[in-house]
């Protein structure tokens, strides 16, 4: 069961441009936004992460929204910079306490080219 | 280590044949996490640890797959008579006990079954 909808699937976009991905979910008892970056390689790493009590929220050119209404959290990356070309993935989960599950998008691939 | 350390990298097997992929999380870390990650796909929760007990195993596909934390810190996932279709990327991860969204992946073990 696809809990967390992600999309577009890939995404080029031009230096100094804007990257924006989106994420819908199913479970109204989620309530914790995570943003997570993987370059080739690696594993997947904490970028940013909203809880619904809030709209936004801004980390240097990352900014997440949220819409709790529409079940819908988006991810802005501002002034996009060819080194943000990376794997990213939503995940949501119930809690942020342990033992709390991560439920993750299929990802999106960014590409920003010089 | 600073980060945490899977081991083997690249395992390829014959199907039938039993693998151990062994996880070493961050000192300190009382919780652990294994997620198994497809190409193109987000990771997906398997099982997770609170020190040497294994708090949920609702995402083991299946009793041939196990996992264990004697010690409460190195992790081993066993997979019994491997199938084709368990080929994938194991990827271990570590947190605070009460920061679930500040996980820390390894960088994977890729299991190939033949």
């Known amino acids: 069961q696809q809990q967390v909808k992600q999309s577009p699937q890939s995404l080029i976009v031009q230096k100094g441009g804007i990257s924006i991905i989106n994420c819908a979910y199913e479970n109204t008892a989620f309530d914790y936004f995570p943003w997570y970056q993987q370059f080739p390689g690696k594993g997947p790493a904490l970028l940013i992460a909203?809880?619904?009590?809030?709209s936004e929220k801004k980390e240097g050119r990352f900014t997440i929204s949220f819409n709790k209404s529409a079940k819908q959290f988006s991810l802005h990356i501002m002034d996009s910079q060819p080194g943000d070309s990376a794997t990213y993935f939503c995940?949501?989960?119930?809690?942020?306490?342990?033992?709390?599950?991560?439920?993750f998008g299929e990802g999106t691939q960014l590409t920003v080219n010089p | 280590g600073a980060g945490v350390s899977q081991s083997p990298r690249y395992k390829v097997t014959k199907r039938g044949q039993d693998v151990a992929l062994r996880c070493d999380p961050i000192s300190g870390h009382v919780s652990l996490y294994w997620y198994r990650q497809a190409l193109g796909q987000g990771p997906e929760f398997l099982t997770y640890?609170?020190?040497?007990?294994?708090?949920?195993k609702s995402g083991l596909p299946n009793d041939r797959f196990s996992a264990e934390r004697p010690e409460g810190s190195i992790s081993t996932l066993t997979i019994q008579r491997t199938e084709q279709r368990d080929s994938a990327m194991y990827r271990c991860?570590?947190?605070?006990?009460?920061?679930?969204?500040?996980?820390?992946f390894g960088e994977g073990s890729r299991l190939t079954v033949l």
């Open positions: 909203i809880r619904p009590d809030v």
């Open positions: 995940a949501a989960s119930i809690g942020e306490t342990s033992g709390s599950r991560l439920t």
């Open positions: 991860a570590s947190s605070k006990r009460a920061r679930i969204g500040e996980l820390f």
């Open positions: 640890f609170n020190y040497e007990a294994q708090q949920d």
